[in-house]
């Protein structure tokens, strides 16, 4: 049977948002918008599930009318749950870790931080966020010539690969993971916390009959690499939100006028 002749409330379409529905670090599409919501939307749930969090996912989708307009919003992969404008359920690093875990790491980071030598620094070295720590070695408060900066002496030094090495080690007995993603930072976050998690959510509610992923970082250390290799969904690959209709368009048999 062809997803084309799956009812509406059978099939789920996924979608990552930076660099699937919208251009790397940049505000979806007024036309690409529109074929989402008239096109797409009556023939299939519609869903994102991003790394960030609801704020940034709301900066880029043009604001809050995401909330009646996507059937499911997992920000932070997931790890929030907001199921038709509703928030359904949110998972949080505290609670998991415990405080006493959660600050031993906190302090060695920041000792670690202390003691790297880089060209500059700036402000802001851990983001904490509920399901994760975002670490970022020279301060996320950084312009975008000094973010550069950063880029270049990472491709001979490894910054946070070696890093990444360190607290692996330091922290053998908690069950974390690691993930580089964007050009300053990693995250942080409990095994099992990627883009699946928010797959849990959807079985433990839903019954579709296709569940439909969409990500362009889907190699191994990619935050999409995860679900995209899930046996429970159906997983294209883009490299831009052009790939993303183009697929849509042929998958749901809609018609380009
Ligand atoms: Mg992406």
Same mark, same amino acid.
């Given at each position: ?13 996924? %979608? ?30 519609? =869903? ?17 009318? #995401? ?26 690093? #505290? ?9 031993? %790491?906190?302090? @060695? ?8 030598? &880089? /060209? #500059? !620094? ?33 491709? !001979? ?7 990444? !090495?360190?607290?692996?080690?330091? %922290? =053998?007995?908690?069950? &974390? ?30 019954? @579709? ?10 190699? /191994? ?9 899930? /046996? ?26």
């Amino acid at each position: 049977m062809s997803t084309a002749s799956l009812q509406r409330d059978e099939i789920l379409l996924l %979608f990552d948002v930076d660099g699937t529905l919208t251009y790397p670090r940049t505000n979806i599409q007024p036309e690409f918008e529109a074929f989402l919501y008239s096109k797409v939307k009556p023939l299939a749930n519609i =869903a994102t599930v991003g790394g960030s969090d609801l704020e940034k996912m709301f900066e880029q989708l043009n604001g809050k009318k #995401i909330l009646g307009e996507f059937d499911f919003l997992f920000p932070e992969n997931g790890l929030v749950q907001i199921d038709h404008g509703k928030e359904a359920g949110k998972q949080n690093i #505290i609670q998991h870790l415990g405080e006493p875990t959660l600050k031993r %790491f906190i302090n @060695f980071v920041l000792r670690n931080l202390s003691e790297l030598e &880089l /060209p #500059i !620094k700036r402000g802001t070295f851990i983001e904490f966020r509920n399901g994760m720590l975002n670490v970022c070695p020279m301060g996320r408060q950084c312009t975008r010539s000094e973010r550069n900066m950063f880029v270049e002496y990472e491709k !001979k030094h490894n910054v946070r690969e070696e890093m990444i !090495k360190v607290l692996q080690e330091e %922290f =053998a007995d908690v069950d &974390l993971q690691y993930s580089i993603g964007g050009q300053i930072s990693f995250d942080v976050f409990p095994k099992g916390w990627d883009k699946t998690y928010a797959l849990r959510y959807i079985e433990a509610n839903y019954n @579709f009959k296709e569940i439909h992923f969409f990500g362009d970082k889907t190699e /191994p250390g990619g935050n999409d690499y995860e679900i995209f290799i899930d /046996p429970r969904v159906i997983s294209h690959k883009v490299a831009t939100p052009e790939d993303t209709r183009r697929i849509l368009t042929d998958l749901l048999k809609i018609s380009d006028s």
